[in-house]
Structure formats: structure tokens, C-alpha cells
């Protein structure tokens, strides 16, 4: 009695002849698909494994490693499915393998068009997924026997959705958490006076304390302060003198009260500099802790002065960073962008430091990026303009989009304190 075919069998008769099966090109076809799918994994999987920044990328590092080793022992398994017929179920491993590695591939397409700068690695995971596709079919049309297909197929779903969920992870949760900073406070002490009474000095403690569970790195840091005469008008100002007021507020951090006697003038800067080494790190619950002294003489015709201090800080866990340089100055060689000499009347300190990224397939497949933190100080105060850019695109202007994407994807944060303001009418009494 002839046993009927499965629907299986039936497709595979009808799509191939017998004689096309196994052909031996098609098996070193399929062979080398899936050398060019396995040792790459396995490489950047064994990287990941032991470099990876994050718990999510060396899970990644772990799967890449596994599909590895699944497709090469599918890549044997085809050699012994095409001429030997040695290993039980050869058939079934050969198949596993070539799935294995089109799933894979086809992530990494996917991914390749978001993230990769390289049209070369572009192009090779399309060609390889297009390839490992292929390879499924001709493994498949030559009556691969499945033992228990059910356990096998909730085996192969149930893994990849676990992949699924550790690339999601990755790639589009993580990025699109809110990053926490370092807390930045300022403490003014007590003023203290020159021996000949002339002068005095005001100490000021900047403390940076990380609160979070990541790591810190410390792109530039400023303070600064800035003398401020303050009039005091014989009669109660009108409402449009407070409107006038309110126009000239530029950001949050130069506002000033609306008083009703009060007549603030722009604020002059009187001393700035940076409060923490460019390059150096904060560890989770780690506080820096800096103090510098602002001198002044006894005439001063300032009547407060207010403290500014700001921190440029990375994620470590987003990104490595290399030795921060210092670079240049604007007033010396010049190398500034056009886009950053926009902020006049401000001179530029320099430094820049490469990038690294955070796992081993971005590192590959992406073009090397700098960071370069602008310390920017002029009369009318100081601040920090950080930017990350390609090699030799300095001078391109970024839109607010690309400029976002990079500083979610690096972990970019800036924190800031400020003003902190303190009147000097006890001090110049004490003449």
C-alpha cells in the first residue's frame, strides 16, 4: 500500500526535481553563506562577551556567540546531509543552522539602517540575507526530517523571542530613557579680608555628587562670576519698566527678580575657570568636591555678585571615551567652526577626545566620532558648548534632531547651578 505524501513532500515534488536536490554547488554555496555568517558572529560575539558596556550588550555578545556555534555545526551538519549521511538528523541541524543565521542577518539588516555608517557592511548583511534565505529553502526542499516538530518549533520561537527582546532592549528602549546627572551645588563662605583691608575674597565649594547607578564622564565643567550693580530708584517703577525687565530675560539662568525698586544692569564676569579635570570619571555615589576663591577689591563698584557653575557630563555606560586634549584657542590658530563663533563676542578654549562605542558591532560598522567641548568665556559671562561630530565634519552644522539622537545615544547630559547670588553690602561696610 503506498503511503500518501505529507502537504510538505508534495511542495517540495512539485518546486524540485529529484536530480537538483543535492547538487554539490548548491551545498558549497550554502557552505559559504554560512562561513560568512559564523566566524563574523562569532567575533563580534567573543568581543561583546568581554567588552560590552552594558548587561544588555554582553546578553547580545552571549546570543551572537550561540547562533555562532549553531551555524557552524550547521554548516558541518550540510556537508554530512549532502554526502554522508553519518549524523542522525543531519538534516534537521543543517536547517536549524540556516534559519539561525537568516534570522540573525535579517536583524542586522534591519539595523543597518538606522545605525551603520558603512555601505560596504550594508551591503554585506543584504546579500548574506538574501543568501540564508536561499539556504533555507535548499536545505528545506530536500525532505529534512523533523523529529517532534512541535518542540522543535516552540524551541525556535521561544528563542527568538528572547532574542527579539534583548535587541528591542537595546536598541530601542534604552535609548529613549531619560539619562540621569550628576547634581551640581554651590556653597559661598564667609568673605574674608586682606590684612591692609583693600581687597576681599569670598571661597566657593562646587560639589558634583552622583546619585544615579551609572557612571560619569566628565566632558568640561565651568564656573563663573558675575559683578552686578544693583540701583535703587527713588520712586515705585511703572509696570512698563517691569515689562522692559522681563524683554531683556535671554534664558533661565540670566533672569533677575521684578522688583519695584530694584534696577538691574547686565551682569560684567569677574573670574571664571574650570572646577573639574576634562576626562575624569564620577562612579555612582561618588561626590567631587572643588573649591576656588573669588577676589575682589574693596571698591568694587558691584554691589552682589552672582555664581554660575555647569558640568558637561557622558554616560559610561553609552559610550568610551579617550584622554580629553586640549585642542586650541579661538584667538590663537583659529580652528573654531563658524557655527560655534556665532556666540560673539566669546573666546574658546578646545578640547576633544575620540569616542568609542559601546558594542562591537557598532564599532565596526560606524564611522569614528569626537567629542569636542567648547569652554566659551566673554564680559558678559561663560558656558560650555559640547558637540559630537565625524572626523573632519567639524564645521558641519547639525539639525536639533541629529543633535538629540546623538546626545540619547552617547548619554550626553549637562547639569548646572545657578545663579547663586550674594549681596557684598556687608562686606564693603566693613572698611
Not at 303 to 326: E, P, V
Not at 395 to 403: L, P, T
Amino acid at each position: 500500500m503506498k503511503v500518501p505524501l505529507d502537504v510538505g513532500s508534495r511542495l517540495r515534488t512539485l518546486l524540485v526535481p529529484a536530480s537538483d536536490r543535492r547538487s554539490p554547488v548548491t551545498a558549497a554555496l550554502i557552505l559559504v553563506v554560512l562561513l560568512l555568517t559564523g566566524l563574523p558572529l562569532g567575533w563580534l560575539g567573543f568581543e561583546d562577551l568581554g567588552g560590552a558596556l552594558t548587561y544588555a550588550g554582553r546578553v547580545t555578545g552571549a546570543i551572537l556567540v550561540l547562533v555562532s556555534v549553531t551555524t557552524l555545526v550547521g554548516a558541518l551538519a550540510v556537508w554530512d546531509h549532502w554526502f554522508r549521511n553519518r549524523i542522525p538528523y543531519s538534516g534537521m541541524v543543517a536547517l536549524t543552522g540556516t534559519v539561525a543565521a537568516f534570522l540573525t542577518n535579517a536583524a542586522l539588516l534591519l539595523m543597518t539602517f538606522k545605525d551603520v555608517d558603512s555601505t560596504a557592511y550594508r551591503v554585506l548583511w543584504c546579500l548574506l540575507t538574501v543568501g540564508c534565505a536561499w539556504a533555507v529553502f535548499a536545505v528545506w526542499r530536500t525532505s529534512v526530517e523533523i523529529p517532534a516538530p512541535k518542540r522543535v518549533a516552540a524551541a525556535v520561537i521561544v528563542t527568538g523571542l528572547i532574542a527579539v527582546a534583548n535587541f528591542g532592549y537595546e536598541r530601542l528602549y534604552q535609548p529613549s530613557q531619560h539619562g540621569v546627572r550628576p547634581l551640581i551645588t554651590i556653597t559661598v563662605g564667609k568673605p574674608v579680608l586682606r590684612e591692609d583691608r583693600k581687597a576681599f575674597a569670598l571661597p566657593v565649594d562646587i560639589r558634583a555628587e552622583n546619585r544615579s547607578d551609572v557612571g560619569f564622564y566628565v566632558l568640561g565643567t565651568e564656573f563663573h562670576a558675575m559683578g552686578e550693580r544693583v540701583w535703587m530708584s527713588a520712586t515705585d517703577r511703572k509696570r512698563e519698566q517691569w515689562r522692559d525687565d522681563a524683554e531683556k530675560w535671554r534664558t533661565f539662568q540670566e533672569t533677575h527678580p521684578l522688583s519695584r525698586r530694584e534696577v538691574q544692569q547686565p551682569g560684567e564676569l569677574v573670574a571664571a575657570q574650570p572646577w573639574a579635570p576634562a576626562g575624569h570619571w564620577i562612579e555612582p555615589g561618588d561626590t567631587f568636591v572643588s573649591q576656588t576663591v573669588v577676589q575682589l577689591p574693596m571698591n568694587t563698584p558691584y554691589d552682589q555678585l552672582a555664581f554660575y557653575a555647569t558640568g558637561s557630563f557622558a554616560r559610561k555606560d553609552r559610550l568610551g571615551l579617550a584622554q580629553m586634549q586640549l585642542t586650541g584657542y579661538s584667538w590663537s590658530d583659529g580652528k573654531v567652526p563658524d557655527w560655534v563663533k556665532a556666540t560673539k563676542d566669546r573666546d574658546n578654549v578646545v578640547y576633544r577626545g575620540r569616542v568609542y562605542e559601546n558594542n562591537a558591532i557598532d564599532a565596526y560598522t560606524r564611522d569614528a566620532r569626537y567629542v569636542t567641548v567648547y569652554w566659551q568665556f566673554g564680559v558678559h559671562g561663560a558656558g560650555l558648548l559640547p558637540a559630537i561630530r565625524r572626523k573632519g565634519e567639524e564645521n558641519r552644522v547639525n539639525s536639533e534632531s541629529e543633535d538629540r539622537e546623538l546626545e540619547s545615544r552617547y548619554g550626553i547630559v549637562d547639569s548646572w547651578q545657578g545663579p547663586i547670588e550674594r549681596t557684598l553690602w556687608d562686606v564693603k561696610d566693613r572698611k
